[in-house]
């Protein structure tokens, strides 16, 4: 079983920036991908921004410019820096893990606000 932690989410006003931290932790597992969605109220889940174990990184047209996922090094642990922030990125982010199994696992979410 893989547990993802989220971290990092709150309130900030149009134009402020925020960093988004998710640890992985659990039994045995290899991923073969991690990223972030996001789900407005009313709204699909979405995809905000991916990285693949190669640190290959694909975003969110909406997003590009503004977001940036990384991965730490030696680490289950991966960041969205937000920047730029709009009220239209009001949202609960959420990570995703996807194993080379195929199975996914996804965390428990962080409520972003932006303030216009």
């Known amino acids: 079983q893989v547990q993802l932690v989220e971290s990092g989410g709150g309130l900030v006003q149009a134009g402020g920036s925020l960093r988004l931290s998710c640890a992985a932790s659990?039994?045995?597992?290899?991923?073969?991908?991690m990223g972030w969605y996001r789900q407005a109220p009313g709204k699909q889940r979405e995809l905000v921004a991916t990285?693949?174990?190669?640190?290959?990184?694909d975003y969110a047209e909406s997003v590009k410019g503004r977001f940036t996922i990384s991965r730490e090094s030696g680490k289950n642990t991966v960041y969205l820096q937000m920047n730029s922030l709009k009220p239209e990125d009001t949202a609960v982010y959420y990570c995703?893990?996807?194993?080379?199994?195929?199975?996914?696992?996804w965390g428990q979410g962080t409520q972003v606000t932006v303030s216009s």
């Open positions: 659990g039994s045995s597992f290899s991923i073969n991908g």
């Open positions: 995703r893990l996807t194993a080379r199994s195929g199975s996914f696992y």
């Open positions: 990285i693949t174990p190669g640190r290959i990184t």
